[in-house]
C-alpha cells in the first residue's frame, strides 16, 4: 500500500476508483488512522471540532486506486455545527463505495449508535475497533466476531497509532464495497410501522435506504427539505407526511418522535455491547480527570501547566531564537547582502531589499518561528494527553461569563503562540456570535511576536515582575472585553457537552507531525506577509518618508501616551511587521539620539518602557492576523475589531503612563 500525492479538501462529485469515507465519533482516532494509512498530515486533537474540512488522499492496493476521505468527527448525523453538516452532507449527497465507522474499544456503546445508523442507511460500513490497546490495559474484552455477527459487517480490531490492523480495514472496506449490510436491525413495532409507512412514501430515486431516510426524517437528523435538496423527486408532500408520521409516534409512544428513535437505537446499541464484551474494567482516569476539572485542584493545575508553558517559551524559545539569529548571521546574511549590493549597488533599492530579504526573513526563522515551533510542540502534548479537554470544561464558567463556551478556550490558548491559526480554529465554535466574541479578544492575546517585545523590553529592562504585571493587565484587558461583548451583542451562549476523553501518553511522531503541519502553515501564510511588509517598511525608512508620519503623531504619542515621537512611528509601522517593533524602535533611535540609543534605557524611562509594551501588546494586530480575520468574519467586522483595539491601547496606555507617574 502506498500513498500517492494527493491531499486537498474533497470536491462534489465522484473519483475514479473506489470511495471509502473514515466516519467516527472525535477522539477514536480517526485522523490518525487517515494519517497512517495515507502518510499525510490531517491535524488530531482531543476536543470535539477539529477536523473541520473534507480532506481527500488517494492510496493504492493491490494495483487498485482508492480515494480515502477523512470526515470531521460527529456523534450521530444530526446537524448541529457547520462540521457534522459538512460530514452529514458528504455521506448522503455523495454516498462513498464503503463507510469505515472507527470506534473507541474502550466505549463501545456510546459509538455504536453511529455505526447503527450508517447501517441503517444501507452504507457497506466496515468497523474499525481501535484503540484496542487501551481497552485491553482497561481489562476490557470484546469479542470482535460476535460483534461483526449482530452488526452484519466485518470488523477488525486495530491501533492507529501504531499501524496495526489498518491494511485488514481498508482491505475489507474494498472487498466490501456496493455490498448491503447482511443484517436489518429491528425496532420495536410502533417505530416499525411508521418508519414502513414513510418509507413508502418516498418517490424515485434516492442515494440512500429508504428505510434509513424515514429513521432519519423521524429523528429529526434529516430535515425534508435537505432530503428534497438531495432528491428532487423524493415527493413534495414529503414534509407533510413526516410531520404526520412524527404526530402518529409522538401519540404512541408518549416522547417526541426524535427522542423515541434515539432511545430505540441507544438501547439496541447497548445490548449489543453488552453481548460482546467479555469483560470490562473500569475507567481508570476518572479521578485525575476529576482533579482536573473540579476548581480546588483544577485551577492550581492549570496555573502551574501555565506557567511551565511560559518558562519553556521563555527559555526553550529564547535559546532557540539565538542559535537561529547567530547562524543567520553567520551563514544566510553574508551572502544575501553581497548578492544584493552586486546587483543593486549601494543605493537605497538594495537596502530596501535587505529589509525583506535579510532582517524580514531573519525575523521570521530567529523571532517567529522559535517562540511558534515551542509553543507547537506544547499545545500539542497537551491536545494529545486530553488535559485540553478538561480545560474546556474547567474554564466552561469563565468562558460563559465572556459570552462564550469551554470550547472557545482552545482557540485562545492557541493565539498565544500565533493569531493566525487561532482565528482559522474559530471554525469550531457553532455561532456567530462565538465566533464574533472569540475573534476579538483573539486579537488582543499576546502572540508569540508580542511576547517577543515584553520579554526583550520589559522583561530585560525593567525585569520579571514588570512583565508578569504587563500580563496580568493584558488578561485582565481580555476579560473585562469579554465580559462587555457579551452584553453588547445580543442571543445566549451554548451548552457545553462535553466527553470524558482518558488521559493518554502521547506520542512523538503524532506531536511532532501536527507541529509541523501549523508550523509549515504558519510560515506560507507569514513568510508572504512579513516579505512584502519588511519591504515596504524599509523603504520607508530607507528614503526618510517614515519621519512625515511623526508630526501627525504627536499630540497622541507625546501628549497623551508621554512617548518619544520614535517609538509613535514605529506602534504605527509595526503593524506590518510587530515582532520587528523593538528593532525598528532602537533604528530609529539611533537616527535621532545617535548610537547611544541602541539601550532603550538611554532614551526612555521605565514607565514610557512599560506604556510602549503594553500599547503595542493590545492595539492592531499584525496584517497577517487581520487578512485571516477579514476572511473569518468579514472585512467590516475585522476593520471595526481592528480600529477598537487601537482606540482601547491608546486609551489605556494613555492612564497607564499617568498612574505610572504618581506611582
Known amino acids: 500500500m502506498s500513498a500517492v500525492a494527493c491531499h486537498q479538501p474533497a470536491r462534489h462529485g465522484r473519483r475514479a476508483g473506489t470511495t471509502i469515507a473514515l466516519a467516527g465519533n472525535p477522539n477514536v482516532g480517526k485522523s490518525t488512522i487517515f494519517n497512517r494509512l495515507t502518510g499525510l498530515e490531517v491535524l488530531t486533537t482531543n476536543y470535539p471540532g477539529a477536523t473541520v474540512e473534507l480532506n481527500t488522499a488517494t492510496v493504492r492496493l493491490d494495483g487498485q486506486v482508492v480515494t480515502l476521505v477523512d470526515l470531521p468527527g460527529l ?149 425534508p427539505a435537505a432530503l428534497a435538496a438531495i432528491a428532487p423527486q423524493a415527493g413534495a408532500a414529503l414534509a407533510e407526511r413526516t410531520a404526520s408520521a412524527a404526530a402518529r409516534l409522538e401519540a404512541a409512544s408518549g416522547e417526541p418522535a426524535a427522542v423515541a428513535v434515539a432511545r430505540e437505537r441507544h438501547a439496541l446499541a447497548e445490548r449489543i455491547a453488552a453481548k460482546v464484551t467479555v469483560s470490562r474494567g473500569e475507567f481508570r482516569g476518572r479521578a485525575a480527570w476529576r482533579a482536573a476539572v473540579r476548581p480546588a485542584s483544577g485551577v492550581p493545575l492549570l496555573i502551574a501547566v501555565l506557567a511551565a508553558v511560559f518558562a519553556t517559551l521563555f527559555w526553550g524559545g529564547g535559546a532557540l531564537a539565538g542559535l537561529v539569529d547567530g547562524a543567520w548571521g553567520r551563514l544566510a546574511s553574508p551572502p544575501i547582502r553581497a548578492l544584493l549590493l552586486a546587483l543593486f549597488g549601494e543605493g537605497v533599492a538594495a537596502r530596501t531589499l535587505l529589509w525583506g530579504f535579510d532582517a524580514g526573513l531573519n525575523a521570521v526563522l530567529s523571532v517567529g518561528i522559535p517562540y511558534v515551533l515551542t509553543f507547537y510542540i506544547l499545545l500539542g502534548i497537551l491536545e494529545d494527553t486530553g488535559y485540553l479537554n478538561a480545560v474546556t470544561v474547567l474554564l466552561d464558567r469563565l468562558m460563559r461569563g465572556l459570552g462564550l463556551s469551554g470550547r ?109 503541519v501549523r508550523v509549515r502553515d504558519f510560515v506560507f501564510v507569514a513568510v508572504p506577509i512579513v516579505l512584502a511588509g519588511s519591504v515596504v517598511l524599509g523603504a520607508l525608512y530607507e528614503t526618510g518618508l517614515i519621519r512625515l508620519a511623526a508630526w501627525p503623531l504627536a499630540p497622541v504619542v507625546e501628549g497623551w501616551l508621554g512617548l518619544p515621537a520614535v517609538a509613535g512611528l514605529t506602534l504605527l509601522f509595526a503593524v506590518l511587521r510587530k515582532e520587528l517593533a523593538l528593532q525598528l524602535l532602537v533604528a530609529l533611535a539611533v537616527m535621532e539620539y545617535g548610537r547611544g540609543a541602541e539601550n532603550l534605557a538611554s532614551f526612555m524611562t521605565a514607565d514610557q518602557i512599560f506604556t510602549y509594551a503594553l500599547v503595542n501588546t493590545i492595539y492592531i494586530p499584525c496584517i497577517a492576523t487581520i487578512a485571516v480575520l477579514g476572511r473569518a468574519l468579514g472585512r467590516r467586522r475585522a476593520a471595526l475589531i481592528s480600529l477598537g483595539t487601537v482606540a482601547l491601547a491608546v486609551l489605556l496606555g494613555g492612564f497607564a503612563a499617568r498612574l505610572l507617574r504618581m506611582l
Open 75 to 223: 456523534y450521530c448525523l444530526t446537524c448541529t455545527s457547520g462540521d457534522q453538516c459538512a460530514a452529514r452532507e458528504a455521506l448522503l449527497k455523495w454516498p462513498p463505495d464503503a463507510v469505515v465507522a472507527i470506534v473507541d474499544a474502550t466505549n463501545l456503546a456510546r459509538n455504536l449508535y453511529l455505526v447503527l445508523q450508517l447501517i441503517d442507511l444501507g452504507f457497506p460500513v466496515v468497523v474499525a475497533l481501535n484503540l484496542a490497546d487501551a481497552a485491553q490495559r482497561a481489562g476490557i474484552r470484546i469479542d470482535a466476531q460476535q460483534l461483526a455477527d449482530l452488526l452484519g459487517v466485518p470488523v477488525v480490531p486495530t491501533v492507529g497509532t501504531r499501524g496495526w490492523g489498518l491494511r485488514e480495514v481498508l482491505t475489507e472496506a474494498v472487498r466490501a464495497a456496493g455490498q448491503a449490510p447482511a443484517v436489518r436491525h429491528r425496532y420495536s413495532p410502533t417505530l416499525e410501522r411508521e418508519v414502513a409507512r414513510l418509507a413508502s412514501s418516498l418517490d424515485g430515486q434516492i442515494p440512500l435506504s429508504r428505510r434509513g431516510a424515514a429513521l432519519l426524517l423521524l429523528e429529526g437528523a434529516l430535515q
Open 408 to 516: 472557545a478556550a482552545l482557540p485562545l490558548v492557541a493565539g498565544a503562540g500565533c493569531n493566525v491559526p487561532a482565528i482559522i480554529g474559530l471554525r469550531v465554535l457553532r455561532t456567530e456570535r462565538e465566533r464574533l466574541i472569540a475573534g476579538t479578544l483573539i486579537t488582543m492575546v499576546p502572540c508569540s511576536a508580542r511576547t517577543a517585545v515584553i520579554f526583550g523590553a520589559v522583561a530585560y529592562y525593567l525585569g520579571w515582575p514588570w512583565a508578569l504585571a504587563l500580563y496580568g493587565v493584558v488578561t485582565a484587558v481580555v476579560l473585562a472585553a469579554g465580559w462587555g461583548l457579551n452584553r453588547i451583542i445580543p442571543c445566549g451562549t451554548p451548552d457545553l457537552l462535553a466527553e470524558i476523553f482518558p488521559f493518554r501518553l502521547p506520542t512523538a511522531r503524532t506531536v511532532l507531525r501536527k507541529t509541523w
